[in-house]
């Protein structure tokens, strides 16, 4: 079992900034691909940024590249979400979650773990 809890939501201003952190316990952390996704009122969960165990690999879907950046920090078993540049069309319910393989995906279906989600409002 994975447990996942989601921090650092808000409201901002578009043009602004925020750092989500997701903090992981229970099974090995380090051995786990991580991702980001988010939904919106009314749409689907879509995914948004993911890395691999190493911190090597990422992969961003295309409207956050450039202005989210994913990272992860073994030794405190924490994953988190830089976003800059924040726009009102990135108002969702960001969930971290957790891939029981080492390697990346952008497909929820892969993630075996989630977190309880975190609000990010942006207002224009």
């Known amino acids: 079992q994975v447990q996942l809890v989601e921090s650092g939501g808000g409201l901002v201003q578009a043009g602004g900034s925020l750092r989500l952190s997701c903090a992981a316990s229970?099974?090995?952390?380090?051995?786990?691909?991580m991702g980001w996704f988010r939904q919106a009122p009314g749409k689907e969960r879509e995914f948004v940024a993911a890395?691999?165990?190493?911190?090597?690999?990422?992969d961003y879907r295309g409207s956050v590249k450039g202005r989210f950046i994913i990272s992860r920090d073994n030794a405190k078993n924490t994953v988190y979400l830089q976003m800059a540049s924040l726009k009102p069309e990135d108002t969702a319910v960001y969930y971290c979650?957790?891939?029981?393989?080492?390697?990346?995906?952008?497909?929820?279906?892969?993630?075996?773990?989630w977190g309880q989600g975190t609000q990010v409002t942006v207002s224009s």
């Open positions: 979650a957790a891939n029981s393989r080492p390697t990346i995906s952008s497909s929820s279906v892969m993630y075996n773990y």
């Open positions: 229970g099974r090995t952390f380090s051995n786990s691909a």
């Open positions: 890395i691999s165990w190493s911190g090597w690999s990422t």
